[in-house]
């Protein structure tokens, strides 16, 4: 490769999802994420004329898999180290596989860099003397110039000066600065445009309209879609936390010493959810068909889609055949999902499918709430804030870390008796944890 050849950097994605087959998926159930995949030119990380390193972040990739409704970011990387010379994607663009995205010129930037702007004023020397001779004949008569004597000559010298100290190659280089050290990554980023609300001032009464962005946009679709499909009904609940409280406290240290895993309440939910929906399957279930659904689809395996925030939105990996984790190995996975989901590094392949979610907005201090149906499942349990109340214990008033427990259920498919008695499984094995050892 020459220093300066000039490549093209495009989507790809050779990556294949091996969840179970959906209908999508070729016959031993591998499916094929190309021909499932949308993309939207979401942002651009860099801007032209940066200097990008080997494997730098360019720009990303919002994708959304409608099927099984995830929604990702990919990054573009730079497949060698050079200087953005073009984006041949506009951000909000929607782009295909294999489509073009950027032109990349290949080279260090020190050297090539400088060569570049040392050849190029000399080229468009004699181009530069015409273009002198350009302005005296739009705004001096140049006739008139020649056939004064010397002294006048002098006296028109200056002119041609001041226009070579502003030829038009220097400003071009001046946009395209060679120097990578200026703008790090994280500059990079900071400068991409964020939404602006209206700031409150004294007397200020201004507005101020921010388009949605494509993830807001499709989550906008999403919730509107689940209140127009599923008929959605919500139970609540509260669960004395003390005991689960405890036993975290006596295990938390020896767990994290022995796996490096922080013993959390996450995994103890979801391993109670995963008990309570082995005596409740319609919970783990879905509608699938034409006009609404006309076949209901048992599964015996559970993933469970786990609710992380990110600054971009909400997301929902999932944890595959969680059936089979014990708690450890679910709070292990959760870990390691919502790092990738902080970091923007969560794939396709951990955001596809999932059978029931859990969405803990206690740790945001909510005290109840309705979460929605992530259709095409038919429950969601939502987790609340841990809040000190006073409750009554064998006649006596006692103060307890107490939880609200909501879920919130497709009718269609859960009739009202089964999800109270799914609820008041997951608290019954919360509240004495040593249940789900022998469950």
């Excluded at 127009?228 to 139970?235: K, P, Q, R």
């Amino acid at each position: 490769m020459s220093p300066h050849s000039t490549q093209h950097v495009y989507l790809q994605h050779d990556f294949t999802n091996k969840c179970r087959d959906d209908g999508e998926g070729t016959p031993n159930g591998r499916v094929d994420i190309r021909r499932n995949l949308k993309a939207v030119q979401q942002t651009h990380v860099s801007k032209v004329g940066d200097y990008v390193e080997r494997d730098e972040e360019i720009a990303t990739i919002e994708t959304d898999k409608a099927r099984r409704h995830a929604r990702i970011d990919v990054s573009v990387n730079s497949p060698e180290a050079g200087t953005i010379k073009e984006f041949l994607a506009k951000e909000e663009d929607t782009v295909t596989v294999g489509q073009d995205l950027v032109r990349l010129e290949a080279g260090e930037s020190g050297g090539g860099e400088e060569k570049q702007a040392t050849q190029e004023p000399k080229e468009p020397a004699p181009g530069d003397q015409k273009k002198s001779s350009d302005p005296q004949e739009e705004g001096k008569p140049s006739k008139d110039e020649q056939k004064p004597p010397p002294q006048e000559e002098k006296k028109a010298a200056p002119p041609p000066q001041k226009e070579d100290k502003a030829p038009p190659p220097p400003p071009k280089e001046d946009k395209t600065p060679a120097p990578p050290s200026p703008r790090s990554k994280e500059e990079k980023k900071s400068e991409q445009p964020r939404p602006q609300g209206s700031p409150f001032g004294a007397g200020s009464r201004g507005e101020n309209r921010v388009k949605m962005n494509r993830m807001r946009l499709r989550i906008a679709e999403r919730l509107k879609q689940s209140q127009n499909t599923a008929a959605s009904l919500t139970t609540f609940n509260e669960v004395d936390m003390s005991n689960i409280m405890e036993f975290r406290k006596l295990y938390k240290d020896d767990v994290l010493k022995k796996t490096g895993v922080k013993l959390g309440f996450m995994s103890a939910f979801a391993r109670a959810s995963i008990l309570a929906l082995k005596e409740i399957p319609a919970a783990n279930a879905s509608i699938e068909g034409p006009g609404g659904g006309d076949t209901i689809v048992y599964r015996d395996y559970v993933d469970i889609s786990v609710a992380v925030a990110t600054p971009k939105g909400l997301v929902t990996p999932v944890v595959r055949n969680a059936e089979s984790l014990d708690m450890i190995g679910i709070e292990k996975t959760i870990a390691e999902l919502g790092k990738k989901a902080r970091d923007n590094k969560l794939t396709i392949e951990d955001m596809a499918g999932g059978t029931f979610t859990i969405s803990n907005g206690g740790i945001f201090g909510s005290l109840m709430g309705t979460p929605i149906i992530n259709l095409p499942q038919t429950g969601v349990l939502g987790l609340h804030a841990i809040k000190d109340r006073p409750v009554a214990i064998n006649g006596e008033v006692e103060i307890r870390p107490m939880m609200f427990l909501a879920l919130t259920y497709d009718h269609r498919l859960l009739d009202g008796r089964e999800a109270v008695t799914f609820l008041v499984k997951v608290k019954e094995f919360i509240e004495d944890p040593r249940r789900m050892l022998i469950a």
